[in-house]
């Protein structure tokens, strides 16, 4: 409902309400229309989508950064408040109340953003989509958050332990390698999971989008094949895998197996779309992605989560910004762009425009 910053990027100071359906904000580039969202994105997660240095996010010459956001959920509206330090240090408060850890705060202001960015999960290496299943499974999930956390720890020590080399490394490694099977199968079977519901609102949406002429899959990769989700006996497997692998990793020294190296395959009409895509289709798979996440998220909460849309529409052709801007009008989203001419004509809803120059927001 409401956005207080201070000295974040380049807002000295920045106080607006949003509308609940539609918020366009209007200007030029560099002049601080992604700051806003960046500011939104970071309130859900505690962490931004543009860099992993918070100290970035503190304006020039300040010493700290603040986000203030209200939120209107169905039950109890929330606080969330976030001052960040220039040593990188970060506080967070919810109503008033001091929160020790991040996985406290996913869930309360759900967001799904699509920036050009965002192209980098069809197109790039697969850290990229790695990085998007952990981080929408995680807003969902705490005990997948949780389990991540814990297999990172272990992934960390058994590679500083595969560093060193030495005598010691064939007699503890088990050790290791137990508790990577046990939370990386967890990890796994949550990942495959939602890749399956990803399939099942995904296929629908990129029909509707491609006037039924594509078809969209998606299929997680890992070494261990062929086998049902709900087969207990994946934490025995991916401990076979990293056994037999062991000797492999020693000489190398990094862990070579587990759900840090998977991926997933996303295909059109049965074509790998990273390696033989066109760029549209890869623009058209991505949206899809996203808007099945927001179907995923409702399905999963009871609501929708905010949408930001930050500069895709003007990449996309008139179908694909028709589809979007047809089917937003039941969830609360942000857009940034240059101009307003092109797309005024599908707006369905009412929307609230914000006038952006050099860190000013004047509402119009």
């Known amino acids: 409902?409401?956005?207080?910053?201070?000295?974040?990027?380049?807002?000295?100071?920045?106080?607006?309400?949003?509308?609940?359906?539609?918020?366009?904000?209007?200007?030029?580039?560099a002049?601080?229309?992604t700051n806003v969202l960046e500011s939104i994105y970071y309130a859900s997660i505690g962490r931004s989508h543009r860099t992993n240095?918070?100290?970035e996010l503190i304006k020039w010459e300040e010493n700290n950064s603040y986000i203030k956001v209200y939120v209107v959920k169905k039950r109890l509206n929330k606080i969330i408040e976030i001052r960040i330090l220039k040593e990188g240090k970060k506080a967070i408060n919810v109503n008033s109340i001091n929160i020790n850890k991040l996985s406290e705060l996913f869930g309360i202001l759900n967001v799904v953003i699509f920036s050009p960015e965002d192209l980098s999960i069809v197109k790039e290496s697969p850290s990229f989509r790695?990085?998007?299943?952990?981080?929408?499974l995680s807003k969902i999930n705490k005990q997948y958050y949780y389990n991540l956390v814990q297999y990172q720890k272990v992934l960390n020590e058994r590679n500083i332990l595969l560093k060193k080399g030495g005598n010691e490394v064939q007699n503890i490694i088990g050790i290791y390698d137990e508790q990577l099977a046990k939370f990386g199968s967890k990890i796994i079977r949550e990942r495959k999971k939602y890749l399956k519901k990803l399939n099942d609102v995904?296929?629908?949406?990129?029909?509707?989008i491609t006037s039924n002429k594509e078809d969209i899959s998606f299929t997680y990769l890992s070494p261990i094949k062929n086998k049902k989700i709900n087969d207990e006996k994946?934490?025995?497997?991916?401990?076979?895998?990293?056994?037999?692998?062991?000797?492999?990793?020693?000489?190398?020294?990094?862990?070579?197996?587990?759900?840090?190296?998977d991926d997933f395959l996303i295909n059109i009409n049965n074509i790998n779309t990273r390696s033989y895509g066109?760029?549209?289709q890869q623009r058209t798979a991505t949206l899809t992605i996203k808007f099945a996440s927001l179907e995923i998220i409702k399905d999963e909460i009871g609501e929708y989560p905010v949408l930001l849309l930050d500069d895709v529409l003007s990449e996309l052709d008139s179908s694909r910004q028709k589809y979007i801007l047809n089917s937003i009008k039941?969830?609360?989203t942000i857009i940034t762009c240059t101009g307003i001419e092109n797309i005024k004509k599908y707006l369905k809803a009412e929307a609230k425009i914000f006038n952006v120059e050099n860190g000013q927001c004047i509402e119009n």
């Open 1 to 29: 409902k409401n956005l207080q910053l201070i000295n974040f990027r380049n807002y000295k100071e920045l106080s607006i309400e949003l509308n609940k359906n539609i918020n366009i904000f209007i200007g030029n580039n």
């Open 31 to 33: 002049q601080g229309k």
């Open 53 to 55: 240095k918070d100290k």
């Open 130 to 136: 790695r990085k998007f299943l952990d981080i929408e």
């Open 202 to 208: 995904g296929k629908k949406i990129h029909l509707e």
């Open 234 to 261: 994946l934490e025995d497997l991916l401990l076979k895998e990293i056994i037999k692998n062991r000797d492999s990793d020693i000489e190398k020294r990094y862990t070579s197996v587990g759900p840090h190296r």
């Open 278 to 280: 066109s760029q549209g």
């Open 330 to 332: 039941d969830i609360q």
